[in-house]
């Protein structure tokens, strides 16, 4: 307050010294300007803008509110459970195979059609997993990267997920990373142009969705599976999504 009287009292002695001036010369547009000057000084101060902190702010598409969101990574590193292979048909286990692809060793690459998952070791060899891959209208192929990895990692739905499904809804700014979690133990961030395609390689509370097409696009394997690839595969690495019709490079 003491600013605004300080800046009244500048510009009404302004007024005041060079009032004969201004009338001599007839210079009624600073006047003018001095009263519209004053006139603002005078005016309430704008209301704040509206903040809603309880409804999720739509970021890049997505809903969520950022200061509500969990940690990125549980802080606390749950032991990885082990699934018995009785529930696992014997094609979906994780197991080395011939590998007849053009890719270079050290690639992923997922072959949704067949439910596999291949990490080339070398030229005709590769570590093949069972994975869960995208419902029909939800499957992404394409080529991408490792953008980004992460240990029990928090679950954000996007915001197609969210307007059709309730559970997604319920947490829309975010569940805590953990064994109930839907992305498991571990995720693969994929990334094509620099850019986050939000689709993950991650891991699954349930281990029965594995070889079938279930998922909202990502590629889910045993927690087991995961967390082995997890420890391979480094940020950078090139990830291979084939699309339909391609063939299975595995003998």
Not at 172 to 195: H, I, M, S, T, W
């Amino acid at each position: 307050m003491s600013s605004v009287f300080s800046r009244r009292a500048i510009l009404a002695g302004a007024v005041a010294v060079f009032g004969s001036s201004i009338a001599a010369a007839e210079d009624n547009d600073l006047v003018s300007r001095v009263g519209r000057t004053l006139k603002r000084l005078d005016a309430p101060p704008p209301d704040p803008p509206k903040v809603f902190p309880s409804l999720p702010i739509a970021t890049e598409g997505q809903y969520f509110n950022p200061t509500l969101l969990p940690p990125p990574e549980s802080p606390v590193d749950f032991p990885v459970p082990r699934v018995s292979p009785s529930i696992i048909p014997i094609r979906y286990r994780a197991q080395m195979v011939e590998f007849t692809g053009p890719e270079l060793p050290g690639s992923v690459v997922v072959d949704p059609e067949n439910r596999f998952l291949y990490h080339v070791f070398a030229y005709g060899e590769a570590r093949r997993y069972g994975v869960g891959v995208g419902r029909a209208g939800f499957a992404w192929s394409g080529d991408a990267v490792v953008g980004m990895k992460r240990r029990w990692p928090r679950w954000v739905p996007r915001r197609q997920m969210v307007d059709r499904d309730p559970n997604a809804k319920r947490w829309v700014n975010g569940q805590p990373g953990g064994p109930e979690n839907p992305l498991g133990a571990r995720a693969l961030y994929l990334f094509a142009d620099c850019k986050d395609t939000l689709y993950r390689i991650h891991g699954t509370n349930e281990p029965r969705s594995i070889g079938k097409a279930v998922s909202s696009g990502c590629m889910r394997m045993l927690n087991e599976d995961v967390a082995e690839l997890f420890d391979v595969v480094d940020v950078g690495t090139k990830v291979i999504v084939r699309g339909a019709g391609e063939t299975d490079a595995a003998g």
